[in-house]
């Protein structure tokens, strides 16, 4: 072979072979931060898919590009990275949103900052409901799963934070006299709806319910829903649509 075609040849492998070698050691034990990551995250889009008896590590593996004997190194069996799923999905969501009870706000800007901070960050993750409704859904078929541990670390913490602000609101006559728990129960739904009725809005009205613009007349209805309904005196929605962007930030 010429001496010029072996130049070339070598120069094409040494152009290929970085490549390569980032695929292999990501389906590898030399990266565990990004092969356990990328698990996760086609974890959650299959999850969401399928739920958890449907889902299939062979798929989760594919999707991640590693195999199926690293899914298992880093995680024990399905049910153990379903749980890896539903902690990174309620985590990420309390690290966003317990800060807002630490600021020195009034009850009023404390609930509705939390309620643009869950907002936003379902919105970055519009995947997450469709995980919880599932995990619901397993409860309500008589499946304990795990929800009494997620309860244990996660909703509970939220629950006691959200309930205390609203009684602090009512007591200083900020608020109406809501019933709490119900009150929580039905903001937490107007939050979260939205997205996982997306897909049929879109069936109904031909229109793409999570463009950026409809998001965020979405973020604006849900606020102004909100205010409406636990406020003593109404509040103009767009002032505090725009006074709780800054907020959030």
């Given at each position: 072979m010429p001496a010029f075609c072996l130049y070339n040849l070598t120069n094409q492998l040494i152009k290929i072979m970085p490549s390569v070698t980032a695929k292999s050691r990501l389906g590898s034990r030399r990266r565990p931060v990004e092969s356990r990551a990328a698990i996760l995250r086609a974890a959650v889009r299959e999850f969401a898919q399928e739920g958890i008896a449907g889902a299939r590590t062979d798929a989760i593996a594919k999707a991640a590009g590693v195999n199926k004997a690293l899914l298992y190194y880093y995680f024990e069996d399905k049910e153990a990275l379903y749980g890896a799923v539903l902690d990174q999905v309620f985590r990420g969501l309390l690290e966003n949103v317990l800060p807002v009870f630490a600021r020195d706000?009034?009850?009023?800007?404390?609930?509705?900052?939390?309620?643009?901070?869950?907002?936003?960050?379902?919105?970055?993750?519009?995947?997450?409901?469709?995980?919880?409704?599932?995990?619901?859904?397993?409860?309500?078929?008589?499946?304990?799963?795990?929800?009494?541990?997620?309860?244990?670390?996660?909703?509970?913490?939220?629950?006691?934070?959200?309930?205390?602000?609203?009684?602090?609101?009512?007591?200083?006559?900020?608020?109406?006299?809501?019933?709490?728990?119900?009150?929580?129960?039905?903001?937490?739904?107007?939050?979260?709806?939205?997205?996982?009725?997306?897909?049929?809005?879109?069936?109904?009205?031909?229109?793409?319910?999570?463009?950026?613009?409809?998001?965020?007349?979405?973020?604006?209805?849900?606020?102004?829903?909100?205010?409406?309904?636990?406020?003593?005196?109404?509040?103009?929605?767009?002032?505090?649509?725009?006074?709780?962007q800054g907020a959030c930030k």
């Open positions: 706000l009034t009850s009023g800007q404390e609930i509705l900052t939390y309620v643009g901070v869950h907002f936003d960050y379902i919105a970055s993750h519009p995947l997450y409901p469709r995980i919880v409704q599932g995990e619901m859904m397993r409860v309500s078929r008589g499946k304990v799963g795990q929800i009494q541990r997620v309860s244990k670390e996660y909703f509970h913490p939220l629950f006691s934070r959200i309930e205390n602000t609203l009684k602090q609101g009512i007591a200083s006559g900020e608020f109406r006299a809501v019933h709490v728990q119900h009150f929580i129960q039905s903001m937490g739904s107007v939050i979260v709806s939205y997205f996982n009725s997306a897909p049929v809005m879109k069936l109904m009205t031909g229109i793409d319910p999570m463009t950026p613009e409809r998001i965020s007349e979405r973020r604006a209805a849900v606020l102004d829903f909100i205010s409406a309904a636990l406020f003593q005196k109404p509040l103009n929605p767009r002032a505090t649509s725009s006074k709780l």
